[in-house]
């Protein structure tokens, strides 16, 4: 039975920086591509960032948003500094098979959140 399990969520002031953890079992780590999505009140879901054998970035995420895996942990990361109000969404991880992208309807196997709220 494969899960996904974020963490690392919080409470942080604008201009801070929070790193979210997920960790992925019951599936070959390596042969997925992981992906964060986020989504605020009010608003669609939106893709992050991803990674496989490289990394994606969203364009509105470039510079201030990074991931990262670690294989020996099953373990995928989001770094992400100089924090706005405007991030402020729950936080989701996610996996999929052969797909590479943020594309949500392509992931399987989804994460139940980690809350980020970034105050002013």
């Known amino acids: 039975q494969v899960q996904v399990v974020e963490s690392g969520g919080g409470l942080v002031q604008a201009g801070g920086s929070l790193r979210l953890s997920c960790t992925a079992s019951?599936?070959?780590?390596?042969?997925?591509?992981m992906g964060w999505f986020r989504q605020a009140p009010g608003k669609e879901r939106e893709g992050v960032a991803c990674?496989?054998?490289?990394?994606y970035h969203a364009d509105s995420m470039k510079g201030r948003f990074f991931i990262s895996r670690d294989l020996a942990k099953n373990t995928v990361y989001l770094q992400m500094n100089s924090l706005k109000p405007e991030d402020t969404a729950m936080y989701y991880c996610?996996?999929?098979?052969?797909?590479?992208?943020?594309?949500?309807?392509?992931?399987?196997?989804w994460g139940q959140g980690t809350q980020v709220t970034v105050s002013s």
């Open positions: 990674i496989r054998r490289s990394t």
């Open positions: 019951g599936l070959t780590f390596d042969d997925h591509t």
């Open positions: 996610a996996a999929a098979g052969v797909y590479y992208g943020l594309d949500e309807r392509k992931y399987n196997y």
